[in-house]
């Protein structure tokens, strides 16, 4: 079997290869994704910038430590150079958009794929929709949000992306071999990367 991983993300079945797959991921090609981290004793002005952010433009926003958020956007619309005057120097903005490569993960079994690598809970009652953690998978570091809740228990419903995960660009291959062992068992179907 480990001679036979991938060692790079490419669309396909892994693992098991009968029955529906269990698992479901594709690369998503990014338009921005920002690192935002409040300058000393600007917390509360910094807060307030991403409360002002403009609706309508498909932003996502992830709280991923004390004074630290990321934004991630499909679209470019944006750029860090916006976002850094949003904050009228509140927060300094970094562009991580080209240094991670991002997943979409989905499927009735991913939660017991992805269980097997990272040391955290991700029950739904302790999980929801819009939870991020910055965390390891398998030794790597990784973030990782919950993008939404099943929209059923039905297993042929149950495989909208529910998760996307963020690894540095150069451990991600070593993320994707780990990920399809873990998710063999349960079969892995891995879609060609989504554009903004």
Known sequence: ???????????GRYGKTD?????LVRERRIGLLASVIARRGAVPAAAAAIERLPDGEALTVLGVGPGHWWIESAASARSADDLQTMFEGSASVFDLTDSRVVFELGGPRVRDALAKMLPIDLHPSVFRAGDAA???ASHIGVTLWRTSDP?????QTADAPQYRLAVARSYAAS?????????AEYGCEASPEVSP
């Open 1 to 11: 079997m480990a001679d036979q991983l991938p060692t790079r993300f490419a669309p």
């Open 19 to 23: 029955g529906r797959p269990g698992v």
């Open 134 to 136: 910055v965390t390891i």
């Open 151 to 155: 929209p059923s228990t039905d297993t």
């Open 175 to 183: 993320f994707w071999r780990g990920f399809v062992a873990s998710a």
